[in-house]
């Protein structure tokens, strides 16, 4: 008995659950371990697939003269003007295409604009600038449209080492295919991470030209009603919208779909706007259609003048400046500085005939038909030409005076035109005996105004645009004036000139000066009630800080301080600018605080909304001061500073000077001319990753004693 249970005792025990699933943990290991090379592999295959890798910027070699002309071009223009915004398409070392560029030459333009004072603009930044906020500093807006892998494998890395930010618009329905011409959502995501790009809207899938009629002309297919082939006919307004609103909302998804901000701007595919569409009038506009998702959109061909201004914001489109493969860094500081707006002044437009373009279809590169001087067309006797058109978009409230001259009869007669690419332009005809304003341009032009003169071959010439009012002045005495119908920024334009040359036997009339100067703005009814500055609180937190009119600032703002907020590289905001138009003799003072790099800066303005209003900017190590008009300032004055995260600020204005004073020890004087206005506080930072300059206690006070 007890050898029984001694054998039963020491019997091996049965396998049982414990067991198999001991040998199943350890078989499934044993996988894992064979499975992890092929895992790492598929990993490694697909990162390849959907991330090409970078490849690193070239190595520059430029000569420190190359340098200085690159800096001596931007001397010539405005140190704060609207942005100008360039057109890119794909950066490639191995392309013959005439749209794409070389890292090369990429390299070397960003190189370009940094020499020359540029930086560059989010799509927030540009976007606030549209709906009316203050022109930038010394700007450029960067875009590349389409999507392309070169901007991650090539040109991500050459933003970087110029600091510099683009906004690529995408065709969302591309993203991912035809690898690895586009580029992957994976790329995107790793270029939205950067703080380098943002992206916009260019279609879902509407970026191709097809049939619009029977004989099969081609179109864009997002701009034109497309040929129904099966059907025989062209599509109806309401399947055309359809297939519109399906694409964008498409777009849009893709974007939110994929963790990306909703897009503000949209580029137009092949540049086709609502003026090369054929949808009929009246009725539902491509523009307008646009305008329901976005703030405003591209394009790189337009019927007149829209550079980035006020003029182009009140439309919402903006022409862009095209950049080509044969572009090189020296021709595109040129043309940026040929679409950059500047105020309208000019001792003689006439001594400056490379700021001249003819619009009578001659291609005419010369305005000595205008002088006198000659060349003279051999047929036909008319000449006509504008003065900066593109650069005098936004003009308005100026003065043009001139002297004609060698006048026969009413066939022998000039024209001199304002408010050119306007809404309304208006032309002042003068002959020997008349003077009349036409409306319009062209056959559709039509006579407002018209007055008799004292006959003479001479007579003196005085055009005032002051708001929507434009008055004529002939030989000090005999006046017209003409309200324009357009209104704000549809009424705003430079000049023009023209000579008509009647019978074969008659001298051609001739200019002689054109004098060009600003005029105060002209005042509107019903503005609100004005803030007298014994009343003002900066800091009250139920005050209006605005960084456009109407447009609310997202300044945090109460306390003891005003913080901007956000990932944009710059921030404005005027205090209650429409109720302190009339500011005079009063004392700003603030502590500009957290100027944590050489790179960040920020600035107290005073005499906000006047030709002449002042900032005092300072930066770790100095201040500079700006003087100028919003939309087009320039560097009065430079001081060092000593080495400090924080300054103090205390600005005087008075009617016949401004006084700065920085940290009690650093004092500068402009001289003024009894301008008034307001104040503003603005931020800059080179990248997102250095925090915001912040103005603490700032406060306004009456200062009755100063001038």
Not at 299 to 322: F, I, N, Y
Not at 504 to 517: C, D
Not at 622 to 633: E, I, N, P, T
């Amino acid at each position: 008995m007890n050898a029984r249970r001694q054998a039963a005792t020491t019997a091996p025990m049965p396998r049982g659950f414990t067991h198999w699933i001991s040998r199943l943990v350890l078989a499934l290991a044993a996988l894992a371990v064979l499975a992890m090379p092929f895992y790492a592999g598929w990993e490694y295959y697909t990162f390849r697939r959907d991330v090409t890798p970078q490849v690193a910027p070239p190595e520059l070699r430029l000569d420190r003269s190359t340098q200085a002309d690159w800096h001596g071009e931007a001397a010539k223009l405005p140190d704060t003007a609207a942005p100008v915004v360039l057109t890119f398409h794909d950066i490639n070392p191995h392309s013959d295409s005439p749209y794409i560029i070389t890292p090369q030459a990429f390299d070397e333009q960003l190189t370009a604009l940094e020499d020359a004072g540029y930086r560059s603009l989010t799509t927030d930044e540009f976007v606030d600038y549209l709906k009316g906020g203050p022109a930038p500093l010394r700007s450029v807006y960067m875009t590349f449209d389409d999507g392309t892998n070169g901007l991650w494998v090539y040109g991500d890395r050459i933003l970087a080492k110029h600091h510099m930010h683009a906004a690529s618009y995408l065709i969302t329905g591309r993203v991912d295919h035809n690898r690895p011409y586009y580029l992957s959502w994976e790329e995107i995501s790793r270029m939205a991470s950067s703080g380098r790009w943002d992206f916009q809207d260019h279609t879902h899938d509407l970026h191709w030209r097809g049939a619009v009629d029977a004989e099969g002309a081609q179109a864009s297919a997002l701009a034109n009603r497309l040929w129904l082939a099966d059907k025989k006919r062209i599509e109806t307004v309401g399947e055309y919208q359809t297939r519109f609103q399906g694409d964008i909302a498409q777009s849009l998804a893709d974007f939110d779909a994929h963790g990306l901000p909703k897009p503000q701007m949209f580029a137009y595919p092949f540049s086709e706007t609502s003026e090369r569409a054929n949808l009929p009038v009246p009725g539902p506009s491509l523009q307008g259609m646009l305008e329901q998702t976005f703030a405003a959109t591209l394009t790189d061909v337009s019927k007149r003048p829209l550079p980035a201004g006020r003029r182009a914001a009140g439309v919402r489109q903006v022409q862009r400046l095209e950049v080509y493969q044969k572009t090189t860094a020296k021709s595109l500081l040129a043309e940026i500085g040929q679409w950059t707006l500047v105020p309208p002044v000019a001792d003689d437009a006439l001594a400056k005939p490379d700021g001249w373009e003819h619009n009578d279809g001659t291609n005419g590169k010369d305005i000595g038909a205008l002088t006198g001087a000659g060349p003279y067309p051999s047929t036909g006797g008319y000449v006509s030409a504008e003065y900066l058109p593109l650069t005098s978009a936004d003009w308005n409230d100026y003065t043009a005076e001139t002297t004609v001259s060698d006048l026969a009869d009413s066939d022998n007669n000039v024209g001199l035109t304002v408010r050119t690419g306007s809404g309304d332009p208006l032309t002042v005809s003068l002959s020997r005996s008349f003077v009349g304003i036409y409306r319009g341009t062209g056959d559709k032009r039509e006579q407002v105004a018209t007055k008799p003169l004292v006959a003479t071959a001479t007579h003196q010439l005085k055009v005032t645009v002051n708001g929507s009012l434009t008055k004529v002045l002939v030989d000090g005495r005999t006046e017209l004036s003409w309200t324009s119908k357009a209104q704000g920024t549809e009424a705003t334009g430079g000049v023009g000139l023209s000579v008509r040359k009647g019978a074969a036997s008659l001298n051609w009339p001739k200019f002689t000066g054109l004098k060009i100067a600003q005029t105060p703005p002209s005042t509107t009814a019903g503005n609100p009630s004005a803030l007298g500055v014994a009343q003002a609180v900066l800091l009250d937190p139920g005050a209006s800080w605005d960084s456009a009119p109407g447009q609310p600032s997202g300044m945090k703002i109460g306390g003891d301080g005003l913080a901007p907020q956000g990932l944009a590289l710059s921030d404005y905001a005027a205090y209650e600018q429409a109720r302190t138009s009339g500011w005079t003799k009063y004392t700003v003072h603030g502590v500009i605080g957290r100027l944590n790099s050489p790179q960040v800066s920020a600035a107290v303005w005073v005499r906000v909304g006047s030709p002449q209003a002042v900032s005092v900017e300072v930066s770790r190590r100095g201040v500079r001061v700006l003087s100028g008009s919003a939309d087009s300032r320039k560097v009065v004055a430079t001081k060092p500073l000593a080495d400090s995260d924080h300054h103090d600020i205390v600005i005087t204005v008075g009617s016949e000077a401004t006084w700065i004073t920085v940290d009690g020890t650093v004092h500068l004087q402009l001289a003024a001319k009894g301008e008034t206005g307001g104040v503003a506080f603005s931020a800059y930072r080179d990248v997102t990753r250095h925090a915001w300059p912040t103005a603490k206690t700032l406060k306004v006070l009456p200062a009755t004693e100063v001038r």
